[in-house]
């Protein structure tokens, strides 16, 4: 079990077999024949069920996150001040969007190599120093006032853009922050407070090649009832379902490939079923 799944697994786990009053047990990840589903009925009861999980979430957005808690501090020898290196990131939920894909398909951060980055940017922030510059986004031009010195903070500013997706930041060093750069990453995101927004996402989901996998572990298993549990943890209206509860249910009706007869959504607290119709329950909560 990866670490991400050891994070909602068992949670999925508990609420399934209270949600559908039968013992489920883990299934080996991989079987002889191609993946296999995480769980299965344990009974012999009618109808023998299957369900594969999956957590929806950016994986640019995990491979930057783990990008930037790896990084180490540069301090430099040529600068006076400590510099911020801050990316922008797309907003969570946008990677759901088939409109985004050829844009987010990668990282950005991820990607970068933030030693050779810290080597080549530092020039042109010491150009910005030069002139008591601190943001490398700003009309402010500091001191510069000739045409040459303008046109210095000018090619400095460029070439930063070029190299960061974002914006760096200068502040007095501190014995914990010497004059150097560190790096920083932000997200954001518009939270609608709609359910059907959520439902949006998913439905791009399962349209996309990224449902793939799911679809051939549950093509793979013997049974008469296949089940879909999708964590969506990280989706902008988790604070949306949090608020509302029970009444942050969806009212659009999901197309659902063939394969699965019954959708679990996990957006904490809040677990919808849907099986042609939606149902909603608490994690933690039985009613429905």
């Not at 024949?33 to 299965?40: A, K, R, V």
């Not at 989901?205 to 449902?211: G, Y």
């Not at 990280?234 to 063939?258: R, Y």
Request: charged share 25%; proline share 5%.
């Amino acid at each position: 079990m990866g670490h991400r799944e050891a994070l909602y697994i068992s949670v999925m786990h508990n609420y399934l077999e209270e949600q559908l009053g039968r013992s489920l047990r883990r299934v080996d990840e991989r079987s002889d024949s191609g993946p296999s589903h995480d769980f299965e009925t344990l009974d012999d009861r009618s109808p023998i069920s299957v369900i594969e999980a999956k957590e929806l979430v950016s994986a640019d957005f995990l491979a930057t996150r783990s990008q930037v808690g790896r990084a180490r501090s540069y301090e430099s020898k040529i600068l006076q001040l400590h510099w911020m290196v801050s990316y922008s990131e797309p907003a969570l939920g946008s990677w759901y969007d088939r409109r985004t894909w050829g844009h987010s398909e990668r990282g950005k951060l991820a990607e970068v190599s933030l030693g050779k980055l810290f080597t080549t940017i530092e020039q042109h922030l010491q150009v910005l120093e030069n002139f008591g510059i601190t943001k490398s986004r700003s009309p402010e031009m500091g001191t510069a006032a000739l045409s040459a010195d303008v046109e210095a903070v000018v090619g400095a500013r460029r070439a930063i853009s070029a190299l960061v997706d974002g914006v760096c930041l200068g502040t007095n060093p501190t014995a914990d922050h010497p004059p150097g750069i560190d790096v920083a990453f932000s997200y954001g995101y518009v939270r609608t407070g709609s359910p059907n927004a959520v439902v949006e996402r998913i439905q791009s989901w399962l349209d996309s090649q990224r449902s793939e996998n799911l679809l051939d572990s549950l093509r793979q298993a013997s049974a008469e009832e296949r089940h879909a549990a999708l964590w969506l943890a990280s989706d902008p209206e988790v604070d949306s379902a949090s608020e509302q509860g029970l009444d942050f249910k969806p009212t659009v009706d999901l197309m659902m490939p063939e394969l699965i007869d019954v959708l679990w959504a996990f957006v904490p607290p809040a677990v919808w079923r849907f099986d042609g119709e939606w149902s909603i329950g608490l994690i933690g909560n039985q009613q429905q």
